[in-house]
């Protein structure tokens, strides 16, 4: 397999979460990365591209995770893993930014190697 991982980071409304998580980690060389939104009335929202494009998606709640199921259930989804990260933060905010460090870092190098 190889090469870099596709992450698509999935929250409410692309504007905090997922927004914060695709800026850190734009410039990493082990991932391309995508962000969107569940909702309709979201900066940019989760299309059937995006989520055939990712080889992961990071959902920050159980609730996106669900949405994505219900609206997409004739689609082969790729795995979904959420990351119960509530919606009490602004854009950048950096204990958001260490947040996604602690729980992504070591699940993309894990992913990474049994990909190898």
């Not at 259930?73 to 795995?79: D, G, Q, V, W």
């Not at 509530?86 to 958001?96: A, R, S, V």
Request: aromatic share 6%; proline share 4%.
């Amino acid at each position: 397999m190889g090469g870099r991982l596709k992450i698509l980071f999935v929250c409410a409304m692309n504007k905090q979460r997922s927004a914060t998580a695709e800026r850190i980690y734009r410039n990493d060389p082990r991932v391309e990365v995508r962000s969107a939104g569940v909702r309709t009335d979201a900066n940019r929202r989760v299309s059937e591209a995006d989520l055939r494009w990712a080889d992961i998606v990071f959902a920050m709640e159980q609730d996106h995770k669900r949405r994505i199921v219900r609206q997409f259930e004739k689609l082969e989804l790729p795995r979904i893993d959420v990351l119960e990260i509530p919606d009490d933060f602004e854009f950048m905010d950096p204990e958001l930014q260490n947040a996604l460090h602690m729980m992504l870092d070591p699940e993309i190098d894990r992913l990474l190697v049994s990909r190898q």
